[in-house]
């Protein structure tokens, strides 16, 4: 930040030294100067720009997007380290999916109405389970990609949890 005022300081000052000692000659002598001290600070405004504006776009799925063969897949964790899966985007890969009020008949424990109340969600788990039956090419790749890239992190994470080290206070006694 210190540089950037620096630049612009030096830019502004060879102009008003410019003008002040040869008139409009001297500031278009100065401009190339200018130019050069300013040109930096306007790239790395509008490259940081960017890069803010990309961040607080993203910011509302950080860490939590997913997409299977570019079709986004809503994906949320509760508090056990569960991951919930939104059956409405699993529909877009697997369109022969029960309707919602099947699904939530089959496995009640594991379905939820999702946080809106609105939109059915089933826990990873659940359709792993439901997906092991599957014949069609699709729903097994499909099941791959569950495994690979929603379950096993979860179910790793869930039993990091569970095992936790012990302290050093639990031997002494």
Request: net charge positive.
């Amino acid at each position: 930040m210190k540089s950037a005022a620096l630049c612009i300081a030096l830019a502004i000052g060879s102009l008003v030294v410019g003008g002040y000692l040869a008139g409009l000659l001297g500031i278009v002598l100065a401009a190339p100067l200018s130019g050069a001290l300013l040109s930096r600070v306007l790239i790395d405004g509008f490259t940081g720009g960017y890069g803010a504006m990309r961040a607080h776009a993203y910011a509302s799925v950080q860490g939590r997007h997913y997409a299977y063969k570019s079709i986004p897949i809503s994906i949320e964790e509760d508090e056990d380290g569960h991951r919930w899966l939104k059956v409405k985007d699993i529909r877009r890969v697997l369109p022969h999916l029960p309707k919602d009020a099947t699904v939530g008949r089959i496995e009640p424990e594991r379905t939820s109405s999702g946080p809106d109340g609105k939109s059915m969600h089933i826990r990873a788990d659940a359709l792993l389970q439901w997906l092991s039956k599957a014949q069609s090419s699709e729903s097994i790749r499909f099941k791959l990609w569950i495994e690979r890239t929603v379950h096993f992190p979860s179910s790793a994470a869930i039993s990091d949890r569970t095992h936790a080290a012990p302290s050093l206070n639990d031997d002494a006694g």
